[in-house]
């Protein structure tokens, strides 16, 4: 008799809990969502089988273009890092994107009007299945579209630490997984940047919630030679978009 009241009470205490919480506003029969500014490795690997390769040939045909720098654009590029190298360490993110990540990616100018391609700052972005929802708003993407973004290209997520999320790598990966779930692409480009320093990322779909990636070497925006680099990097995307339009 006691144990029957027992599971009673229990049973009475879960259903109260279950309506506080509804009252709360959380409904425990929702899809979980996470956001793309906060997610981390561990939530990242619940919902996708996903890997680290290590091969730094992946980007041969990437960094190793034959983009040629004149002299203007050595100019700028030495002036931009003469500008900021001396607070680079002291910015937070939006001091970061105006003083040098938009200039810079004004330089390459990705915005294609005959096109109709372009690059969007915090652009909302969602990508849905019946298990899991992925959102938010994304730093940069090169996208199709010049009123709102209708396929995203190449994406950079810009970072600063703070105390709670300390990794931008994971919030990029989500954000080029739906990309390429949205676009239903097989490959897909990106960059994370953390201060002055830029990491570039090729992923890759194998197969239903399946991936592998790729991740570069490490570029020092505050030394010329890394930044021409970038630059040339940076140039590449956008060709590579201009000519998977055209075929």
Known sequence: MNSEIELKLLKEI???????????????????TYQYSKIRDTELKKLFEIKQKLDDHVFDEWFLNQTEIDNE????????IADNKSLIERYNEEDLKIYLIS???????????????RGFYELPMRYATDQFILNGTVDFVVSEGLIESKK??????????????????????AELISAVELNDWQFIKGAYITGGNWHFVILEKLELHKYQYFISQNFDSTKIEDLKAIY??????????????ET
């Open 14 to 32: 879960e259903e109260l809990r279950k309506e506080v919480n509804l009252l709360k506003g959380f409904d425990e029969n929702q899809i979980p």
């Open 73 to 80: 654009v050595e100019m700028f590029l030495t002036d931009l």
């Open 103 to 117: 200039p810079l990616l004004n330089k390459i100018n990705f915005l294609l009007r005959d096109k109709e391609i």
């Open 152 to 173: 995203p290209y190449f994406f950079i997520q810009e970072f600063k630490r703070n105390e709670d999320y300390g990794n931008p790598r994971p919030q990029l990966l």
């Open 232 to 245: 040339k990097n940076l140039l590449f995307v956008k060709n590579e978009i201009l000519a998977m339009i």
